[in-house]
């Protein structure tokens, strides 16, 4: 068989899948997505009971449509139609990967994850709180490796913070600045 036939063979499953919902749809957002994705930002830091309230959910709507979606380079993952979860790059920098409460634990994040590496193929840095294991554990399971603890003052909500990079080819335990 063929590579180019194997190739077909498997973006033809792959099409199957998507269609019937068992894998989400990563695509690139557009200004129209700006409010689902205050959606799901807004209902995925609820669950974080742990962050300040900094701004009201108006303040915030227009954050996501006017800065994230506006000048970051932004996808959604979609299933059943609707977005469900959504990553924002800055250069290097994610600053953003947020999956709806309701989603999460469904590949989702891992989806956008592996679109984001697509698209900055050689090096991600980001930051998490401290206090988000569950997010700390994702991303060191991803091959995300530690590079510094922060105090929080670099950050508006004031809380502790992690710098996390990834690098292509790297192994857990290997940061390299």
């Given at each position: 068989?063929?590579k180019a036939?194997?190739?077909?063979?498997?973006?033809?499953k792959?099409?199957?899948?998507?269609?019937?919902?068992?894998?989400?749809?990563v695509r690139?957002a557009?200004?129209?997505?700006?409010?689902r994705?205050?959606?799901?930002?807004?209902a995925?830091?609820?669950?974080?009971?742990?962050?300040?309230q900094?701004h009201?959910?108006?303040?915030t709507?227009a954050w996501?449509?006017?800065?994230?979606?506006?000048?970051?380079?932004?996808w959604?993952?979609?299933l059943h139609g609707?977005?469900t979860?959504f990553a924002?790059?800055?250069?290097?920098?994610?600053?953003h990967?947020y999956v709806a409460?309701?989603?999460q634990?469904?590949?989702?994040?891992?989806a956008l994850l592996?679109?984001?590496?697509?698209?900055?193929?050689?090096l991600?840095?980001l930051?998490?709180?401290?206090?988000n294991?569950?997010?700390?554990?994702?991303?060191?399971?991803h091959?995300f490796?530690?590079?510094?603890l922060?105090?929080?003052?670099?950050?508006?909500e004031?809380?502790?913070d992690?710098?996390?990079?990834?690098?292509?080819?790297s192994?857990?335990?290997d940061?390299r600045?």
């Open positions: 068989m063929s036939f194997t190739y077909l063979l498997r973006l033809r792959m099409a199957e899948l998507t269609a019937h919902d068992a894998l989400p749809l690139r557009w200004h129209g997505d700006a409010e994705i205050a959606d799901v930002f807004l995925a830091r609820g669950q974080m009971t742990y962050l300040p900094s009201t959910d108006e303040e709507r996501i449509a006017g800065v994230v979606v506006a000048r970051q380079e932004t959604v993952a979609e609707q977005v979860g924002a790059l800055d250069g290097q920098w994610l600053e990967l409460p309701e989603a634990g469904h590949g989702i994040g891992s592996a679109q984001v590496r697509k698209v900055r193929p050689g991600l840095d930051h998490v709180f401290q206090r294991t569950g997010a700390r554990r994702f991303y060191e399971r091959g490796t530690l590079v510094t922060g105090d929080g003052t670099d950050n508006e004031n809380l502790p992690a710098h996390y990079r990834w690098r292509a080819g192994r857990p335990g940061v600045q």
